[in-house]
């Protein structure tokens, strides 16, 4: 296979160009925004809870990006629908780039997890769960409130 | 455009002075479309620098020994190669920096601090890149200075039709800008606008970054107060830079950074500062980079500014007049005439970063994002576009890649 097509795989050109997921939540339970500052990108993640108050019931995005960053949170959309908040608080990004399953350089790596990190800023500012390690003293710079 | 009777430049065989060109990318040749963000080095700048190093390094001015007499000729001579490449009136107004950043940093702090305060007036314009409007943001906010815009018209050029609006509203005392813009390639009329400045008592700063390695630069008809520049966008090393002052400015300005070799005198007591242009050169120099950067100023200069000058614009107007026939494109900036060689552009909805992307698997690199220039992306409400920038190494060939990697993008996204 060509890097072009590992890149630009018929999934990612799928989901991008049909983001499932897409859109704006009404009394949303959970938000937060999230910029990549390489290219000014911007994501907002809206979630529901089941009636548990912990399962998640339904995620929407919206914002603009490549189409890494479109693709890897549609995708991230139907990962974490049905799970609770506790265990996507703690998701490794792993999990959700062998979802995307290509090759990303650390540029666009960025791109890819803007929307996991967007959702996991979601879950803390609402549910109190903890944030990933490597953003630990962060706190001031990210927008909690 | 200026009238050049000098012979035209052969970038083909310019290109063969570059190691870099030498490689292939995914397979195929490198075509470099991103001299806008930084230019690939030349043997001759290259070989000096290792030739210094080998044979004349040393730090400078402080030895009395051989080799630190030889390295501080070679550092005060490539200061006094830069100072005749912009027509400075003498090379001690030439402050080595590690950037045109730190250039127009020292001027916003060691300037700006001292003379700004409520009621005055710091203008710039939606244009500029983010080292030329963030440090002016940030010392207008803390002396309590109002910053003002000069704003943008459709063709990505100046409205100075509100100068007078500006003028009315305050005490302006700084006015700055590029005198080429890295995001549209748009050339400004610096020369009117330090008028202008003059006429309010105010000081003109000049982001030269994107001027200085593509067209002939002459300070004093500028009529500029300051103006910076980086070695790295001009065939020499990264992390050094100049900054031309007037000289009874420099001479009244407070130092940047403090240490070594810019003091006269020192006592537990009090510090006084040494002359200019070693009051702000604290701390020991790039002093290899200095050296090389006299070696890029010799390339260019060799090459011919106008020959440069000449070279990007018909490649810019090549660009274009291909680039327009692309379905879906939407170029920015100025016309042909008055631009430099980048071409600012976004295919329909496309993310310049896929763009970028598959471009680069084509071999060709061009710059995808805001270019530092978040104000002006929001002008055009846009995150993001795509440039493609060019040198003296550029061919039409490049462009030709990139007009047909445009295409290939169309047909995956279509």
Known sequence: MSEFDQLYREVILDHYKNPRGHGLLDDADAQAEGQNPLCGDEVSIYVAFEEDGETIDEVKFSGRGCAISQAATSMLTELVKGRSATDVATLPRDELLDEIGIPLTPVRLKCALLGLSTLKLALHKAKGTPLPDEWSGMADELDLT | MAVTTQAKLDARKLRSDFPIFE?????????????????????????KLRTFYETSYANVHRGVYTLSERSTAEYEGAREKIAAFIN????REIVFVRGATEGLNLVAYAWGLVNLGPGDLVVVTELEHHSNFVPWQYIAKRTGATLRMIALDDNGELDLSDLDAIAGAGNVKVVANNLVSNALGTINPVERLSAWAHEQGAIMVVDGAQAAPHRAIDVQALGCDFFAFSAHKMCGPTSVGALWGRRELLQSMEPFNLGGH?????????????DIPAKFEAGTQPIAEAVGFGAAVDYVTDVGADAIEQHEHELASYALGRMSEIPGITLYGPPAERRAGIVSFNLGDVHPHDVAQILDLEGVAIRAGHHCCQPLMAKLGV????????????IPEEIDRLVDGLHKVRKVFA
């Not at chain 2, 995150?383 to 550029?394: E, H, K, P, V």
């Open chain 2, 23 to 47: 490689q292939e990318i995914h397979g195929k040749p490198l075509a470099y479309l991103d001299s806008a963000v930084s230019t690939h080095k030349p043997r001759q700048v290259l070989d």
């Open chain 2, 262 to 274: 810019m003091i006269r005198k020192v006592t537990l007591e009090e510090t006084t500062w040494g």
């Open chain 2, 88 to 91: 400075a009136p003498s090379p």
């Open chain 2, 383 to 394: 995150a993001a576009t795509n440039r493609a920038s060019f040198y003296l190494y550029t």
